[in-house]
Structures are given as C-alpha cells and as structure tokens.
C-alpha cells in the first residue's frame, strides 16, 4: 500500500467502538525499515494525539483500527528524534556509495500488515517540467548503506539498476496501425506484386505489421 493513502483515514479505537481521530501523517523509523506511528489530525508538537503502529491492529480501505491502547500519546518522546514524518521526504536526499545524487524520498510502499517498508519511491534530479512529473524508482530497503538527518547513502548498482528499468517502463509504445493503414497497406503490396516491380517482386513492401504498429519492410 502506497503509504500516502493512509492521510485522510479515520482512526477507530476497536474496544470502546469509537473514532478517536484522523491520519494526518506517517511516521517512519528509517533506520529499521518501518512504520513507527500515525500522527493524528492536531497531533505532534501541536497537542494532539498520535498512534504507536504497534497499536494498530488492521488497516482497512476506510479506517485504521487501533486497540484500547491507542487513545493518543502512543509515541513515546524518546521515539520523536528517530521518527520521519513521511510529509518530510522530500527534503531526504538520496545519495550513491559511489558520489552521485540519486533523487530525493518521496513516498513508501508498506505492507500494512506487518509496517514494514516494501520499498521506498525516489524522484529523480533530472526531468519533469511545467506539465510532466520527473521520473521516479523504487528504492528496496536492502540497499541502503547509511541514513543520516537529511541524506540516504544507498548501493549504486542498485540505483543504476532501478533508473535503467524505469527508464525501459517509460518508454513510449508506438500506436497501433488503424484499419484504413492496415487496408492501404494491402493494397499496395498487392498492386506492387502484381505490377511486378520491374520484374522484382522483393522490392515490393510486405503486408505485415510488428506489434508497434510498424509496418515490416
């Protein structure tokens, strides 16, 4: 589950069958790979409440269940100073062992059932636009070397790796011939055969198209 669609949530105390709060946002413990809590609407360093993800008994497509528990403070502050809010990715930069800037943090997949972090998503330095995201890659928590207040130091080969893929996912596919080119292109071939072409008849094109919609030649 991308763990932004966990905002907006209600946050439900399961024993006394009551909301006690929305999800404003997450808090990662980076250096184990792992949900640490949620921070409720009004919640850390403004007062409110927040939920310990230990607290957390199930995560449904409406609202995030929570034992007894979990009525607020669940967030130790001992914990506070290793928490990142997932609000502050973007402001985590990704760099390789090798001395490159791989993108900056900007989302999580987590498995809800566990919080553990599937992969981590990085948007690149490069790209992007007035009407075009920049490209982005999946980052697997195993490849990452080092994690400090503000920087990520991560395995090269597996940022080339990730970039290469996404590179190749990205790449646009050729339209499909409509039926009209289809049937123009028959005719041709067979007008061209039947003219002979000068008595060469390998000159004259094929009649198949690739799956781009490329005609072979």
Request: glycine share 14%.
């Amino acid at each position: 589950m991308d763990s932004a669609s966990l905002r907006g949530r209600a946050v439900v105390n399961v024993q006394q069958a009551q909301k006690i709060g929305t999800v404003e946002d997450v808090l990662f413990d980076l250096p184990e790979n792992k949900i640490g809590g949620l921070v409720l609407q009004g919640g850390l360093f403004r007062g409110g409440p927040t939920v310990a993800w230990s607290e957390v008994r199930s995560v449904g497509k409406d609202a995030v269940m929570v034992d007894a528990t979990g009525e607020g403070g669940g967030v130790g502050r001992d914990e506070e100073g290793r928490l990142t809010r997932l609000n502050a990715f973007r402001s985590i930069k990704v760099v390789t062992d090798t001395g490159n800037l791989g993108g900056n943090l900007s989302g999580a997949d987590i498995d809800t059932a566990t919080g553990q972090v599937n992969h981590y998503v990085v948007t690149t330095p490069d790209g992007g636009g007035l009407f075009r995201s920049a490209p982005t890659f999946a980052l697997p928590p195993q490849a990452i070397l080092g994690v400090g207040p503000d920087l990520l130091t991560v395995d090269a080969s597996v940022i080339e790796t990730s970039t290469a893929s996404g590179r190749a996912a990205r790449a646009p596919s050729r339209p499909r011939p409509s039926a009209r080119q289809r049937r123009i292109a028959r005719l041709t071939a067979r007008s061209c055969r039947e003219r002979g072409n000068g008595g060469n008849a390998a000159l004259c094109p094929l009649e198949s198209w690739d799956s781009g919609g490329v005609r072979t030649i």
